[in-house]
């Protein structure tokens, strides 16, 4: 029979930005919402996500580390006794033996077709994992699948010690959150169940709606924090005895080099040495802290600091007495560490850390900060430490809750960041993760992939790992990991020691640490990633402003898009999604043979992508084999995608990611249709959440060889926003169009440009306002260029590599020796003095002259030692001519 019916559905929203004062905690459930029956208790959140208690000394209504929100609209769902409890909702039948204890036959799960989908205690053979606490101590083969982590003593491989947790998503369709015998909160004080044996799940029944899942657990769970923009960009840190004039000559390196910089983070020699931990700036080589942070946020850097809080607050400290006051106790003595008390914990961020931020009542609710930004908490020293009697309370959870939330909770604007290991569920809440001092291998490098884009299954997406080379030096493993690090949620700099102590006197010397310290070529690799890094910010904050809202991390699995297509799998786990629009599928071998080349093996997912490193449209599923050079790294872009980028200021490297964006550049591929999108704000503060954000839109069509634009403003400006800006759209494989073609409306005119760089045109909206409302169309028509021009741009690279190879040994370079590969070779360069109405010309010959190059390089004469250059000069060929479009022979028309 019926007897519960509620009409409210959970509303996920019309629009992402909604605007939240934080985390909700609403620890009781909507009375509609619950079930009784006896001991257990049945709360329906979403018609996919159910609470189960059997609790026989009472049910738990507080706020856990986990979850913080069961206040939530009741979904539809029936209620019936006959005899078994059964409730019902759109996605499954839940069916209880009423007066029981859960066991695997009195609590069962249906799917909507009545096929029994899960029971109490089952074992989830097909979970896709989560994530642990650190790669600390050569932790980067380690499963992630928990019930493997088992050692007793050894506490990198134990799954308590890790916090190691499930994913919220399975290929069985249904996945688990134990909550059970975790500690409550109130406020900042947490405090032990009074019922430990009680049981308390959360089950997931989302099927293969991968997102759904992640979206539901941040109505329970909170959402994931958006951080400041500048922890986006480019970090630097060192374990390193840094002073005052080293700190400064290393920053002004970063500036001469043009190089991208927007934090410096002071590991822990910034204070007295000797302990681990410490609160106070050591005097002799920091002679006045104030003077070097004015010097350096002059430059528009932000700061943090490393500190061990397990050493507690020694009486030494600058900032005992104030401590001292706020604690309570003291008595001029060293004081223990105490993360189980709230007191404690709170009068550390107020009295010791509030100081070094230099946050005087006046700044912190308006002005900038003068001190650091960002506390690095690099607790490691046991999860059980000073948590008393406190059951399953962990030390990594307390601080990172407790520092992050300490601004807030003070009632000022700037964003608390905090860089820390992980503390299990609930964790996303709190940015950054920081996973250890991992080792600097080849194998090392290989996991961070999966590792990063797995712990999005929990909601954990903002991991920022130490990018350094490995000792030897290895300048390969540097530029890959630099690779690497620039299409990852953080990019972050940092040597934990591998660049000093016994390798300085040792042959095979130490780790290259600093940016420059790399060969020529190596190092503008390297540079170029960083710089695209900070030319990717609008498109890395929207897609971490998109992740705060939905749970979606930044840096995801391919399952999550293609949850039917096996490969999407355990095959492809070397590759993710980055952002909204792009997938990163990084090179992390070596290398090998005379050709010096490297072996990938690049999934292709089903539809249309727009191939970056090659420049041209590929079709999916399927896997493609690659041979890559130390300069290229596959990168796809959806085809309806419109990526946003900054235009790199070269006198101004320092500080981009603080300042709000000027131009924008969109680069698109041209499908039918496509979008993309721009979230801003200040960057800094939580003024967003009362409103003040802007969200650009850009929308295009093409139908007809004609392709319109529109760009579209919302929201409200906020503080510092730029009042107009230009907007670059780029256009690839499509001849320059006539400017009486050009469309202009509202005021508003568009001019275009040759862009060779991507075969094809560039429109200028000049002086676009951004005041919310703003709407702007452009339109063109176009002259395609795909027939001879898909290719071209990974072709005519790997041409100039192979002629470079031999140029660098003087292998004959005569016309009858090589003129096709010349010719070849400078065939994009000539895009540049050709009229756009001749470069069809350009691209054909360039095919026919890259079609006998193969045979002049073969043909050549060359000593044994130079053999190896003719090897890598034909194999970086055959991956040319792989890219040649068919058709092309002969043909110089426009095709459309």
Partial sequence: SLLHRVGAKVALGTSLVVASLGVSENGAAHPDSTVVAGDARFTVLTDRLVRCEFAPSGFTDEPTYAVVNRELPPPDFNVSHSPNLTIKTRAFSLQYKQGQPFTESSLRVYDREGVDWWHYSQNDAGNLFGTIRTLDGNMEDTDLNCSLLTNPTDQRFNATEQHCVPGLISRKGWAVLNDTAMPVWKGQQP??????????????????????????????????????????????????????????????????RSYPLDAFIFDMNWHYHGPWGGYSWTKPEFPSPEGLMAWMRKRGLRMGANIHDCDGVRASEDHYKDFEA????GDGKDVAFQPANASYVQAVGDAILAPLERCDEAVCKGGSREGFNLWWIDYQQGEEN???????????????????????????????????RWPGFGGHRYALGFSGDQSHTWKGLQFLPYFTATAANVGFGFWSHDIVGGAGPDAELKTRWIQLGAYMPVMRFHDKGEGTGPCADDLAGCSRILPWDSPPRNYELERRAAVERTELLPFIYTAAWHASETGESMVRPMYYDFPEEEDAYERSSHQYFF??????????????????????????????????????????????????????????????AAIPR?????????????????????????????????????????????????????????????????????GRQ????????????????????????????????????????????????????????????????????????????????????????????????????????????????????KKASEWAEVLTKFWSDLEAAPQEVSSLKMTNREEHRRERALALLAEALRLKPEGCEGSQELVI
């Avoid at 399953?392 to 601080?399: C, E, I």
């Avoid at 999108?677 to 839109?697: C, F, H, K, M, P």
């Avoid at 021009?789 to 020796?817: M, P």
Wanted: glycine share 8%; hydrophobic share 40%; charged share 25%.
């Fill in 191 to 256: 405090m032990q169940r009074g019922d430990l044996k009680s049981v308390d799940i959360y089950l997931f029944l989302h099927g293969s709606d991968y997102k759904a899942a992640l979206r539901d657990y941040t109505l329970i769970a909170g959402k994931p924090a958006l951080p400041p923009r500048y922890s986006l960009g480019v970090m630097f840190t060192r374990w390193y005895d840094f002073d005052d004039e080293m700190v400064r000559d290393t920053v002004a390196k970063f500036e001469e």
């Fill in 579 to 640: 952002g909204l629009g792009l997938l990163a599928s990084p090179v992390t071998s070596k290398v090998y043979g005379n050709a010096s080349l490297a072996d990938h093996n690049l999934w292709i997912p089903p539809g249309s992508w727009w191939d970056v490193l090659e420049g041209r449209f590929v079709h999916g599923p399927k896997f493609m084999p690659l041979r890559l050079d130390l300069s290229e790294r596959p990168l796809l872009m959806r085809a309806d």
């Fill in 646 to 714: 900054l235009e790199f200021d070269r006198t101004q490297p320092l500080g981009t990611a603080e300042k709000a964006f000027g131009t924008l550049r969109w680069d698109v591929a041209l499908q039918d249709a496509g979008s993309g999108q721009v979230y801003e704000d200040d960057g800094r503060t939580n003024a967003r959440l009362s409103g003040d954000w802007l969200l650009t839109t850009l929308t295009y069509s093409v139908s007809d060889q004609s392709l319109t634009i529109n760009l579209e403003v919302s």
């Fill in 386 to 420: 000073g948590v008393g009697s406190i059951k399953n309370l962990n030390p990594t959870a307390v601080l990172n809750k407790a520092t992050y939330e300490a601004r807030a909770r003070r009632g000022e604007s700037e964003r608390g960041l905090i860089l820390s």
């Fill in 718 to 833: 906020y503080a510092g926003c730029p009042a107009v800006r230009d907007h670059l759209i780029r256009i690839p494989l499509s001849l320059l169009p006539r400017l009486s073609t050009i469309a202009r409306l509202d005021g508003f005119e568009a001019t275009v440009e040759a862009d060779p760089g991507v075969v094809g045109f560039r429109a200028r909206l000049r002086d676009v306002p951004t005041e919310p409302g703003t709407k702007v169309e452009v339109s063109f028509q176009l002259s395609d260029l795909r027939r001879c021009g898909q290719g071209f741009l990974g072709a005519s690279r790997r041409v100039q590599l192979a002629k470079q190879e031999l140029d660098e040994a003087n292998i004959d370079y005569t016309e009858k020796g090589r003129g096709n590969l010349q010719a070849a070779a400078s065939a994009a360069a000539a895009l540049h003095y």
């Fill in 326 to 329: 706020a604690f309570g106790a």
